[in-house]
């Protein structure tokens, strides 16, 4: 199966939140990736609310069971109890747990399982209790005894930080080293049956070696590189090419 692509919603929240004004309109363009075929919308709603606001998640959600019934909502957050109520609140189909402090700019590294797979457990049973699939933010490293400690929380799938692979985009032999540490990271995953998702400074340029090096990828979640690209091609169109970046065919 070609690996599916999420359009993360945040950075066209961002700069609408820029104004008190209802533009760029969240739900309009996430409409128009999902006509264009993206598989599903992923938003993260900070407790600031600094892009996406709390008033975004049943409008979205909405969005998706009106109007696209086989794409999936994927809320992306630190387990808090405010934000599992949220989650409970609006049922998206994936839930993807990450680790960051709520000051963060922007999540830039996975879970130390070894520190918090106990934590993990409760809440990943808890989510999954409800429906929801669940996926923990994982630093693609190669270390394979983390990745045994993720599954043993029960999640369903882990998502590699792909952060230090989409930074060295002008350092090709770096590239490949961490694309190589990403790979092994993922095999192990895959051997212990979870399944395998990707995110943070994905391109076009560079999802191609991605999806070759891990061709069971499930999904990717693309938002700040996707939403640069929109300015320039237009979400549609921008869609379309990620979307052949992972291995469709559009």
Same mark, same amino acid.
Not at 115 to 124: D, Q
Not at 231 to 242: I, K, P, Q, S
């Given at each position: 199966m070609p690996t599916k692509l999420s359009v993360n919603l945040n950075a066209i929240a961002m700069l609408r939140n820029r104004r008190d004004l209802p533009w760029p309109s969240v739900e309009s363009l996430g409409r128009i990736a999902l006509k264009a075929g993206a598989a599903g919308l992923t938003v993260h709603p900070r407790p600031d609310q600094r892009h996406i606001r709390f008033s975004d998640l049943p409008v979205l959600r909405a969005l998706i069971d009106d109007e696209f019934p086989d794409a999936e909502f994927n809320i992306e957050g630190y387990p808090s109890e405010d934000f599992l109520a *949220?989650?409970?609140?609006? /049922?998206?189909? #994936?839930v993807t747990l990450v680790p960051d402090d709520p000051s963060q700019a922007t999540s830039d590294h996975g879970f130390d399982f070894r520190?918090? @797979?106990?934590? *993990?457990?409760?809440?990943?049973a808890r989510l999954k209790k409800g429906g929801m699939r669940v996926s923990l933010f994982a630093d693609g490293d190669g270390d394979l005894e983390a990745v045994q400690l993720a599954k043993a929380t029960g999640a369903d799938r882990i998502e590699l930080y792909t952060g230090p692979f989409g930074g060295c985009f002008d350092h090709p032999e770096q590239e490949q080293t961490i694309l190589e540490m990403l790979g092994r990271t993922a095999d192990a995953a895959l051997a212990e049956g979870m399944g395998v998702n990707a995110g943070h400074d994905l391109t076009v340029a560079n999802l191609p070696a991605l999806v070759a090096r891990i061709p069971r990828l499930a999904e990717v979640s693309i938002g700040h590189g996707l939403t640069a690209d929109a *300015?320039?091609? @237009?979400?549609? /169109?921008?869609? !379309? !090419?990620?979307r052949k970046?992972? @291995? #469709?065919?559009?």
């Open positions: *949220l989650c409970e609140s609006i /049922e998206p189909e #994936q520190a918090t @797979g106990e934590m *993990l457990k409760p809440i990943v *300015l320039e091609y @237009g979400m549609a /169109e921008t869609v !379309r !090419r990620f970046a992972c @291995g #469709q065919t559009v």
